[in-house]
């Protein structure tokens, strides 16, 4: 239900107005009707509005996959001259995901009270993104709607699938840390204590590595509750850290810097950009208005902030290829194919190259993701293998060649 406020004639042919609730605007028509009203011009109200796209919807969460599915279907429906209005609707009653349901829903009245498509999307910013936006508004401007959801499922496609990969060579070595960091535990609480107390009733000294290991467990077991406690504060500290503005762009520079995995991460933001700037530039999106919206797209705030510096640059006039190469974010290549784009007039065509370029890198980074991952993970367990044979084995050499010489 919402709230619409009416303007109509009623009988008499006097000037009537007001705000009445109802589940659409054709239902408001029909109440105004039965009442001897007609409508001259039917709104929903701002607050209403408002608090339809505020309103929480099911906790069921919304896969990119079925954003995907949705772009796919409103392509095919909208080219088969099927209306936005009736394809939103067929869709919210055939779409299983209630929140991905309840959002269609929200379009199909949203169409219903008066606003565009591209006015719909907008209200909800957590499903659709900018270049999700922007496409639309493209499309209905242009008159090419299917070709834009065309162009977003097959944008989503390509980010659902790197995302997999990266989920898929991720789970490994995540699954051998979280196993050492348990196994750790599990030794500091139970094994060491036997030893120690077997230790200890030889009176005999003990090696570095066993003192080591001992105090390390006492501490473990007196006080494994503060550590517990201080592990989940951190990590609550962390990611609220992490939410504000400084604290996601530290992350979001640190991680294209990690070992390893950050590569993957650039080369992957720069396949984003380049893809999007191909994207925005073939549907005639103002270069500076297409980096605006790229610049939210890739969703890494470092990149962001570059790209948004070249937005800057452009606006007083210099060229695409300078304001890149200010920026120190693209490598020679990049650079070099953007120049050529610029002096060409085909930055969409170019760019489109180095996107399939950096999408076939990122793909065979993660494809040997776990082989470089791995010699890391072995390094690790060795180490911690060596000190609990050096901690645990090595009072036990001493003990047996000192029971040894006595026996001689």
């Known amino acids: 239900m919402g709230?619409?406020?009416?303007?109509?004639?009623?009988?008499?042919?006097?000037?009537?107005?007001?705000?009445?609730?109802?589940?659409?605007?054709?239902?408001?028509?029909?109440?105004?009707?039965?009442?001897?009203?007609?409508?001259i011009d039917i709104r929903v109200t701002a607050s209403a509005v408002e608090s339809a796209w505020r309103r929480p919807l099911a906790a069921q969460r919304i896969e990119l996959k079925e954003l995907i599915f949705f772009c796919r279907q409103m392509h095919t429906l909208a080219k088969s001259g099927v209306p936005i209005l009736q394809a939103l609707r067929g869709l919210r009653d055939s779409t299983a995901n209630r929140s991905?349901?309840?959002?269609?829903?929200?379009?199909?009245?949203?169409?219903?009270?008066?606003?565009?498509?591209?006015?719909?999307?907008?209200?909800?910013?957590?499903?659709?993104?900018?270049?999700?936006v922007s496409l639309i508004q493209i499309g209905e401007a242009s008159g090419t709607l299917d070709e834009?959801?065309?162009?977003?499922?097959?944008?989503?496609?390509?980010?659902?699938?790197?995302?997999?990969?990266?989920?898929?060579a991720s789970?490994?070595?995540?699954?051998?840390?979280?196993?050492i960091v348990v196994a750790v535990f599990v030794?500091?609480?139970?094994?060491?204590?036997?030893?120690?107390?077997?230790?200890?009733?030889?009176?005999?000294?003990?090696?570095?590595?066993?003192?080591?290991?001992?105090?390390?467990?006492?501490?473990?077991?007196?006080?494994?509750?503060?550590?517990?406690?201080?592990?989940?504060?951190?990590?609550?500290?962390?990611?609220?850290?992490?939410?504000?503005?400084?604290?996601?762009?530290?992350?979001?520079?640190?991680?294209?810097?990690?070992p390893v995995i950050g590569p993957v991460f650039y080369r992957a933001l720069l396949g984003r950009f380049a893809r999007g700037l191909a994207i925005t530039s073939r549907t005639g999106v103002p270069l500076v208005q297409g980096l605006t919206v790229i610049s939210r797209?890739?969703?890494?705030?470092?990149?962001a902030a570059r790209i948004l510096q070249m937005r800057d640059g452009i606006e007083r006039g210099e060229t695409l290829a300078r304001t890149a190469q200010v920026t120190g974010l693209f490598p020679g290549l990049v650079?070099?194919?953007?120049?050529?784009?610029?002096?060409?007039?085909?930055?969409?065509?170019?760019?489109?190259?180095?996107?399939?370029?950096?999408?076939?890198?990122?793909?065979?980074?993660?494809?040997?993701?776990?082989?470089?991952?791995?010699?890391?993970?072995i390094v690790a367990i060795g180490g911690m293998v060596l000190l609990l044979a050096l901690g645990v084995f090595l009072p036990m050499w001493d003990l047996a060649q000192v029971a040894l010489r006595r026996g001689a």
């Open 335 to 377: 650079l070099q194919m953007i120049a050529v784009g610029e002096e060409g007039g085909a930055v969409d065509a170019v760019m489109n190259d180095v996107a399939e370029y950096y999408e076939r890198e990122v793909d065979y980074d993660l494809k040997n993701l776990s082989a470089a991952i791995e010699p890391l993970l």
């Open 187 to 258: 030794i500091n609480i139970v094994v060491i204590p036997a030893f120690a107390r077997l230790y200890a009733s030889f009176h005999a000294p003990l090696p570095w590595a066993t003192r080591f290991l001992i105090e390390v467990s006492h501490l473990t077991v007196a006080y494994w509750y503060y550590m517990v406690a201080c592990m989940v504060a951190v990590v609550f500290g962390v990611r609220a850290y992490v939410r504000t503005p400084e604290g996601r762009y530290r992350w979001h520079r640190l991680r294209l810097r990690l």
């Open 3 to 39: 709230a619409y406020r009416y303007k109509g004639r009623n009988p008499r042919g006097e000037s009537v107005s007001g705000v009445v609730e109802a589940p659409s605007s054709e239902a408001v028509a029909n109440q105004l009707f039965n009442l001897g009203i007609t409508p």
């Open 148 to 168: 834009s959801f065309l162009q977003l499922a097959g944008y989503l496609e390509r980010e659902q699938e790197t995302r997999d990969r990266i989920n898929a």
């Open 171 to 179: 789970r490994y070595p995540l699954f051998v840390i979280v196993a």
């Open 297 to 303: 797209a890739v969703d890494n705030d470092y990149v």
């Open 100 to 132: 991905l349901a309840g959002v269609i829903g929200q379009l199909s009245e949203a169409l219903d009270a008066g606003l565009d498509l591209t006015a719909a999307v907008k209200r909800h910013p957590r499903v659709f993104s900018t270049l999700f």
